[in-house]
């Protein structure tokens, strides 16, 4: 397991945890991001922040300090 | 007849906005939410039988019924009757993506547990068929036990299907019945308790029970769905008016719910989410045929160059570049033409009536004032209009992507990003944008900061100055302004990053974007909203301004002191006598001079002299004269108002042999000891004051209610301006010292 920051771009991996606070993680959910659900890092911003990943078919932009507490397998 | 009331929501992005217009022919309002300025678009169906009026309301796009931002709050609000003067949805239409099918199908499945009659409209079939996602629209229907229409909103494909449909329903109300239909299979214990806060639902609210069992879900694993007192606070309209205020009793039921949940090891917050996508990925598998697409996608490859390392900057920066350059370049044509066409009228009015004071107010005061603002409305419309199509290409949310590092440096989003671009147009729109930023925190530092943006209000102060002040070569004009626009932005980061670091500390905001498809714009509805907003400037002109400038013009004209026109006449005789007929150039000149004093020392006696003069001692530090202080004091309730009293002091239009424009007569405008009025330094020192103080009226009142609070607005209005008057003084001081 590693945090989906690591990725490297076009690599693809499925979430196994979310280890945002549960009070904060609800949206993030809601826009479809579960354990389980398959996911690609299509590429980081030119200054390195944040991360386009793609997932259920569309694209979603979130900040490495999210993505860091993400661990994805 | 009380009209069909039709709904239309959906996730943002999908297409909801083209389908609003598309059904309503582009003529739909735009308003605001009482309270709340949610944009509010409402329309009528064209081509509705007469007899069963059907009014379609556009909600602001929402990804799911728990609301992170105010707009979305609304799009809640109103689909669970919660908004008292909208009435209960008679059908929605829910607006779906098919290509991006589950995502979108989460909040369309919510909608449809609400009980409401519902019609699914599947949008953009033919982007989905080209990603290779072919689905089968019956078994969609059937799944989803709504009726599914598919459809290509832009090119007008499957309009007429939907049309129909909402009209035989609005010919026959009576036959809509709704089969209650739930998408989550839950855990036992969550259903049980699910079941409980239902029921409880339903004794206390029977006038909308059909509601009850989303509802009852909603607050179970929402925690900002049960308002407390906390949620209530920070001036969004919490939909909790008495008729859906939750009683004690039913609050604790849902806590305690949650407390047994939590000790089962139920998380409550996430299993209905979970619950819900399960349900819908086995939908999906179940409806859509699915072939790899051939080659990679367009907007892909676009994305590819557009948010390249190297070409992502490059491209934002010509981007931006292009767009001020064009603003100028393409609107000086259509400004001339205003200017002569205002000119026109003013002279032809001025002279086809009798000569006197209300000629001046008419000709002065109403004609050359507000003229004198609308002349920008061609560089206001341009900057709308690319704003306009920035934000329907989709670009605006890459801008977002490739800013927020720099917006996070000083503890903004990127999501601060658009409202920020935004206020280059208008601070209006901007803050009004600041809805999508979910933090109240990060929405606070992003309002106070959007004014030092520079407005288009400023346009014309900086443009007059410029021609006014500064040399006309090497390119300085054009340079000045960028110095103008990048002071703006350089204070609204400072001091953004100043606020983030006191007044709203809070943890580092969460960033959640979406980035969608790059789209072909929609030319017409990207021009309808361009009109719309310039409609806005267009009113402001016609009534504030105009208002502003009647009341300048009595204050300038009056009180009218008898001796010193005895004064000026017996000069003006003089000179008749002793010049020669025709006069000669010197003579001319003498009587230029001799008119220029008249006017001048008649403007220092008035009203609005003795106000210049008064505050003429708080200026003084920075380099300004008392006529100066009149345009500071009648430019607070609108920036513009500055050239168009400059005019009105400095006598420019109206009288027929002085038609030189403003800049013109400011350049020959000398102090009471002599020395220009206008140097370099002295514009420089007035547009770094005008880039810092908020001068502005209608920014004040929509951050009031924006905000809900007149504490925002007043300390906004407060620091902006004292931050004006500080860096301006260091300006001019500096400048001084330098030798300027």
Same mark, same amino acid.
């Given at each position: 397991?590693?945090p989906l920051?690591? =990725?490297?771009p076009?690599?693809?991996?499925?979430?196994?945890?979310?280890?945002?606070p549960?009070?904060q993680?609800g949206?993030?959910?809601?826009?479809?991001?579960l354990?389980?659900t398959?996911?690609?890092l299509?590429?980081f911003?030119?200054?390195?922040d944040?991360v386009?990943?793609? =997932?259920?078919?569309y /694209?979603l932009?979130?900040?490495k300090l999210?993505?860091?507490?993400?661990?994805? /397998? | 007849?009380?009209?069909?009331?039709?709904?239309?929501?959906?996730?943002p992005?999908?297409?909801?906005?083209?389908?609003?217009?598309?059904?309503?022919?582009?003529?739909g309002?735009?308003?605001?939410?009482?309270?709340?300025?949610?944009?509010?678009?409402?329309?009528?169906?064209?081509?509705? +039988?007469?007899?069963?009026?059907? $009014?379609?309301?556009?909600l602001?796009? $929402?990804?799911?019924?728990? @609301?992170?931002?105010p707009?979305?709050?609304i799009?809640?609000?109103?689909?669970?009757?919660?908004v008292?003067?909208v009435p $209960?949805?008679?059908?929605?239409?829910?607006?779906?993506?098919?290509s991006?099918?589950?995502?979108?199908?989460?909040?369309?499945?919510?909608?449809?547990?609400?009980?409401?009659?519902?019609?699914?409209?599947?949008?953009?079939?033919?982007?989905?068929?080209?990603?290779g996602?072919?689905?089968?629209t019956?078994?969609?229907?059937?799944a989803?036990g709504?009726?599914?229409?598919?459809?290509?909103?832009?090119?007008g494909?499957?309009?007429?299907?939907?049309?129909?449909?909402?009209?035989?329903?609005?010919?026959?109300?009576?036959?809509r019945?709704v089969?209650?239909?739930?998408?989550?299979?839950?855990?036992?214990?969550?259903?049980?308790?699910?079941?409980?806060i239902?029921?409880?639902?339903e004794?206390?609210?029977?006038?909308?029970?059909?509601?009850?069992?989303?509802?009852?879900?909603l607050?179970?694993?929402d925690?900002?769905?049960?308002?407390?007192?906390?949620?209530?606070?920070?001036?969004?309209t919490?939909?909790n008016?008495?008729?859906?205020r939750?009683p004690?009793?039913?609050?604790?039921?849902?806590?305690?719910?949650?407390?047994?949940?939590?000790?089962?090891g139920?998380?409550?917050?996430?299993?209905?989410?979970?619950?819900r996508y399960?349900?819908?990925?086995?939908?999906?598998?179940?409806?859509t045929?699915?072939?790899?697409?051939p080659?990679e996608?367009l907007?892909?490859?676009?994305?590819?160059?557009?948010?390249?390392?190297?070409?992502? @900057?490059?491209?934002f920066?010509?981007?931006?570049?292009?767009?001020?350059?064009?603003?100028?370049?393409?609107?000086?044509y259509?400004?001339s033409?205003?200017e002569?066409?205002?000119?026109?009228?003013a002279?032809?009015?001025?002279?086809?009536?009798?000569?006197? +004071?209300?000629?001046?107010?008419?000709?002065?005061?109403?004609?050359?004032g507000?003229?004198?603002?609308?002349?920008?409305?061609?560089?206001?419309?341009?900057?709308?209009?690319?704003?306009?199509?920035?934000?329907?290409?989709?670009?605006m949310?890459?801008?977002?992507?490739?800013?927020d590092?720099?917006?996070?440096?000083?503890?903004?989003h990127?999501?601060?990003?658009?409202?920020m671009?935004?206020?280059?147009?208008?601070?209006?729109?901007?803050i009004?944008?600041?809805?999508?930023?979910?933090t109240?925190?990060d929405?606070?530092?992003?309002?106070?900061v959007?004014?030092l943006m520079?407005c288009?209000?400023r346009?014309?102060v900086y443009?007059?100055?410029?021609?006014a002040?500064? @040399?006309q070569?090497?390119?300085?004009?054009?340079?000045?302004?960028?110095?103008m626009?990048?002071l703006g932005?350089?204070?609204?980061?400072?001091?953004?990053?100043?606020?983030?670091?006191?007044l709203?500390r809070?943890?580092?905001?969460m960033?959640?974007?979406?980035? @969608?498809?790059?789209?072909?714009?929609?030319?017409?509805?990207?021009l309808?909203q361009?009109? %719309?907003?310039s409609?806005?400037?267009?009113?402001?002109?016609?009534?504030?301004?105009?208002g502003i400038?009647?009341?300048?013009?009595?204050?300038?004209?009056?009180?009218?002191?008898?001796?010193l026109?005895?004064?000026?006449?017996?000069r003006h005789a003089q000179?008749k006598?002793?010049?020669?007929?025709?006069?000669?150039?010197?003579?001319?000149?003498?009587?230029?001079?001799?008119?220029?004093e008249?006017?001048?020392?008649?403007?220092?006696?008035?009203?609005?002299?003795?106000?210049?003069?008064a505050?003429?001692?708080?200026?003084?530090p920075?380099?300004?004269?008392?006529?100066?202080g009149?345009?500071?004091?009648?430019?607070?309730?609108a920036?513009?108002?500055?050239?168009?009293?400059?005019?009105?002091?400095y006598?420019?239009?109206? %009288?027929?042999?002085?038609?030189?424009?403003?800049?013109?007569?400011?350049?020959?405008?000398?102090?009471? %000891?002599?020395?220009?009025?206008?140097?370099?330094?002295?514009g420089l020192?007035?547009?770094?004051?005008?880039?810092?103080?908020?001068?502005?009226?209608?920014t004040?009142?929509?951050?009031?209610?924006?905000?809900?609070?007149?504490?925002?607005?007043?300390?906004?209005?407060?620091?902006?301006?004292?931050?004006?008057?500080?860096?301006?003084f260091?300006?001019?001081?500096?400048?001084?010292r330098?030798?300027?």
């Amino acid at each position: 397991m590693r945090p989906l920051s690591t =990725l490297i771009p076009g690599e693809r991996a499925v979430v196994a945890r979310i280890d945002i606070p549960p009070e904060q993680r609800g949206r993030l959910m809601e826009m479809g991001l579960l354990p389980g659900t398959p996911v690609e890092l299509v590429r980081f911003a030119p200054l390195g922040d944040p991360v386009e990943i793609k =997932l259920r078919n569309y /694209h979603l932009s979130l900040r490495k300090l999210e993505a860091d507490k993400i661990q994805v /397998h | 007849m009380k009209p069909f009331t039709v709904v239309l929501t959906g996730n943002p992005n999908c297409g909801k906005t083209t389908l609003f217009n598309a059904l309503t022919g582009l003529r739909g309002r735009v308003g605001n939410y009482a309270g709340v300025t949610v944009e509010r678009k409402e329309g009528s169906l064209t081509g509705a +039988d007469a007899r069963f009026p059907v $009014t379609i309301l556009d909600l602001p796009g $929402t990804y799911s019924l728990s @609301p992170q931002s105010p707009d979305e709050q609304i799009a809640r609000d109103i689909l669970f009757q919660r908004v008292a003067d909208v009435p $209960t949805p008679d059908l929605v239409v829910v607006v779906v993506d098919a290509s991006n099918l589950q995502r979108n199908l989460y909040f369309a499945t919510q909608v449809i547990e609400l009980g409401h009659p519902t019609l699914l409209t599947l949008n953009m079939v033919d982007v989905a068929r080209d990603r290779g996602h072919d689905i089968d629209t019956d078994a969609l229907s059937k799944a989803l036990g709504v009726p599914v229409i598919p459809m290509v909103a832009s090119q007008g494909e499957g309009l007429e299907p939907l049309r129909q449909s909402i009209r035989s329903q609005a010919s026959s109300p009576g036959t809509r019945h709704v089969i209650p239909r739930e998408f989550n299979e839950l855990p036992e214990a969550f259903g049980r308790e699910a079941q409980a806060i239902e029921t409880a639902l339903e004794r206390h609210f029977p006038h909308r029970s059909r509601l009850a069992a989303a509802e009852a879900l909603l607050l179970l694993s929402d925690e900002r769905a049960l308002p407390t007192d906390k949620t209530n606070t920070d001036g969004n309209t919490n939909g909790n008016t008495a008729n859906t205020r939750y009683p004690e009793a039913l609050i604790e039921q849902v806590l305690s719910a949650r407390r047994r949940l939590e000790a089962a090891g139920v998380d409550w917050r996430s299993t209905a989410i979970e619950a819900r996508y399960a349900r819908l990925f086995a939908i999906e598998q179940h409806v859509t045929r699915e072939t790899p697409p051939p080659d990679e996608l367009l907007s892909d490859q676009i994305d590819r160059v557009v948010t390249h390392r190297v070409w992502g @900057p490059l491209i934002f920066v010509t981007v931006m570049a292009l767009m001020f350059q064009s603003i100028f370049w393409l609107a000086q044509y259509p400004m001339s033409g205003i200017e002569a066409a205002v000119d026109a009228l003013a002279q032809w009015v001025g002279s086809s009536m009798p000569p006197g +004071d209300l000629n001046d107010l008419i000709t002065r005061g109403a004609i050359a004032g507000v003229g004198s603002v609308v002349i920008f409305l061609p560089q206001i419309c341009l900057l709308f209009l690319f704003i306009g199509l920035l934000e329907d290409t989709g670009y605006m949310s890459r801008a977002a992507f490739l800013m927020d590092r720099l917006m996070s440096r000083v503890g903004l989003h990127g999501k601060s990003f658009i409202p920020m671009l935004s206020s280059f147009a208008c601070a209006i729109p901007g803050i009004m944008a600041t809805r999508t930023i979910e933090t109240r925190q990060d929405r606070l530092a992003t309002i106070l900061v959007a004014p030092l943006m520079s407005c288009s209000a400023r346009l014309p102060v900086y443009t007059v100055l410029i021609a006014a002040c500064i @040399p006309q070569r090497n390119g300085w004009p054009g340079l000045t302004l960028l110095m103008m626009y990048l002071l703006g932005i350089g204070g609204a980061l400072g001091m953004a990053w100043i606020f983030k670091k006191t007044l709203l500390r809070g943890e580092p905001p969460m960033l959640i974007l979406e980035l @969608p498809p790059y789209k072909r714009p929609m030319l017409g509805a990207v021009l309808r909203q361009m009109w %719309d907003r310039s409609k806005l400037f267009l009113k402001r002109a016609g009534t504030v301004i105009l208002g502003i400038n009647i009341l300048l013009w009595f204050l300038a004209t009056y009180p009218r002191s008898s001796e010193l026109q005895q004064e000026f006449d017996q000069r003006h005789a003089q000179w008749k006598q002793a010049a020669s007929n025709p006069p000669t150039s010197a003579e001319s000149e003498t009587l230029k001079r001799l008119d220029q004093e008249e006017a001048g020392e008649k403007l220092r006696q008035s009203f609005a002299g003795r106000l210049g003069r008064a505050i003429e001692p708080a200026l003084k530090p920075l380099g300004f004269d008392w006529k100066i202080g009149i345009g500071i004091v009648t430019s607070f309730a609108a920036r513009e108002v500055f050239v168009s009293t400059l005019s009105v002091v400095y006598n420019v239009g109206g %009288d027929s042999e002085n038609t030189a424009s403003l800049a013109e007569v400011m350049k020959s405008e000398r102090r009471d %000891d002599g020395r220009k009025t206008y140097t370099p330094l002295t514009g420089l020192t007035l547009m770094v004051f005008y880039v810092f103080a908020m001068q502005c009226v209608s920014t004040v009142a929509v951050v009031r209610r924006e905000t809900n609070s007149w504490k925002w607005p007043l300390f906004q209005t407060v620091y902006m301006t004292s931050l004006a008057w500080i860096l301006a003084f260091l300006t001019y001081q500096v400048g001084t010292r330098l030798g300027f």
